[in-house]
């Protein structure tokens, strides 16, 4: 089945940094999606994109499908950022099966 | 617009008790619903997901079942819970179709003891 590596596994940063959180994949996938799991362990999807840019807010995420990896970017982090993000996979026919990988862990400090 | 319950929130049960968890999705018709578990050092794993009643598939073998006896409406259940099966179980569900955004619920906190 399709790998999902998430870099780094942790991440330790400073209110108002930038960060970028990396995502490989191992084959092709026709449905990528991140998600930010706070404290208390709910998971919010943040955005679909199995292709391309797209943006919200102080979020952004891009895909590169052809060279499968995926960068999510946080820009001026705040506190509330703290949390788990994932980022999961499906592959073609999956039917929205989805594949996750084991999280990057940021904390945002004030 | 669509929300998603499960309960209860959190349960401790000794190994060997049974298990009822329970999921429903509210402002959508025939979702896909999933079930996933999350144990310490936060990975997620799906156990089931249901592309309509009646119609189950399992992801890995195990001792938990589950059971959709109506549309909007996604249980999972155990005759007798393992020390392995504490984690935490989250309920999602997505639409059918092409792009299959995928929403999760509150999620259950299961300690077997």
């Known amino acids: 089945g399709i790998q999902v590596e998430q870099s780094p596994p942790d991440l330790i940063l400073q209110e108002g940094a930038n960060s970028t959180l990396r995502c490989n994949f191992s084959d092709s996938v026709n449905n990528l999606q991140w998600f930010h799991q706070n404290p208390w362990g709910q998971l919010i999807n943040l955005f679909y994109?199995?292709?391309g840019t797209k943006q919200n807010g102080r979020l952004s995420a891009t895909t590169v499908a052809t060279e499968r990896y995926s960068l999510l970017y946080i820009s001026s982090s705040q506190t509330t950022d703290s949390g788990v993000y994932f980022c999961?996979?499906?592959?073609?026919?999956?039917?929205?099966?989805?594949?996750f990988g084991k999280g990057t862990k940021l904390s945002v400090k004030p | 617009s669509q929300t998603i319950h499960q309960w209860p929130a959190t349960l401790v049960q000794p190994v060997g008790s049974p298990l009822s968890l329970e999921c429903t999705v509210e402002?959508?018709?025939?979702?896909?619903l999933y079930w996933y578990r999350q144990a310490a050092g936060r990975g997620l794993q799906l156990l089931f997901y249901?592309?309509?009643?009646?119609?189950i598939s399992s992801e890995v073998p195990q001792n938990l079942s589950a059971s959709r006896p109506q549309d909007r409406q996604f249980i999972l259940s155990s005759k007798k819970l393992l020390l392995s099966d504490s984690g935490f179980y989250l309920c999602a569900w997505s639409d059918t179709g092409v792009r299959e955004t995928l929403y999760f619920g509150p999620g259950t906190r299961l300690l077997v003891l």
């Open positions: 994109i199995p292709s």
């Open positions: 249901s592309i309509g009643i009646d119609q």
């Open positions: 999961a996979v499906g592959a073609r026919g999956s039917q929205g099966n989805l594949i």
């Open positions: 402002g959508t018709s025939n979702p896909n």
